[in-house]
Every structure is written in C-alpha cells, then in structure tokens.
C-alpha cells in the first residue's frame, strides 16, 4: 500500500504562485506513475497533470498548460507541482495520486492522499 500527504497549499492573489508537494510513504515510488488532480466543491475531480516514473513523460490539462509545472525526485519520493499565474478558477482541493492506466481519469488512479486546499483570490 501506498500513503500520501499532499502540502503547500493556501490562500494566494491571482497572479501569484505555489508550490505543492506530496510525500509518499513506501519504500520506493521510481515504479509509480504520478499525477495531480484537482476538485472543486460540487464539481468532479479534475486532471491536472500526469508524470511517468522516470519523469520523461508529462500531461497537462489545457487549462493549466504554460503555467503549471509537474516534477518529481524519486530518491525523496516526492511529486511536487509548481503552480505559477494562479487564476480563481484554479481554487480547489488539490490531490495527488498513484496513477494506473489512462491518466487523466480519475478512476484509474489506485491510491490518493488527502488533498490541500488553494484558494486563488481576484
């Protein structure tokens, strides 16, 4: 089994940044695909970006293309997502997760942490 803890999260002007990270506690993650995903309340969980084990391969969302990030630093089994130009619509609780098959659909993802609110203010 695979844990979580997503951090980083906060409150924050448009314009600005954040930095999130998530720590998985397992022995190692290099065989782990890894994505971040994103909910508002009411809304679905919403695919932000998607990294392969050795991070040579990278997804973005189309709205979050050019202004988010994704990295990870197996060695310190942590997956970080840089977060720079926030907007309001990117205020939500953002999760990190095991990714297994396709990779922007949240139902194909095993293991999920417990998530860290960003809110974005105009």
């Known amino acids: 089994q695979v844990q979580l803890v997503e951090s980083g999260g906060g409150l924050i002007q448009a314009g600005g940044s954040l930095r999130l990270s998530c720590v998985a506690s397992?022995?190692?993650?290099?065989?782990?695909?890894l994505g971040w995903f994103r909910q508002a309340p009411g809304k679905e969980r919403e695919f932000v970006a998607w990294?392969?084990?050795?991070?040579?391969?990278?997804h973005y969302a189309d709205s979050v293309k050019g202004r988010f990030t994704i990295s990870r630093d197996n060695a310190k089994k942590t997956l970080f997502l840089q977060m720079n130009s926030l907007k309001p619509e990117d205020t939500a609780v953002y999760y990190c997760?095991?990714?297994?098959?396709?990779?922007?659909?949240?139902?194909?993802?095993?293991?999920w942490g417990q998530g860290t609110q960003v809110t974005v203010s105009s």
């Open positions: 997760g095991v990714a297994g098959g396709t990779y922007d659909l949240a139902r194909h993802y095993s293991y």
């Open positions: 990294i392969s084990w050795a991070g040579s391969t990278i």
């Open positions: 397992t022995r190692t993650i290099g065989a782990y695909n």
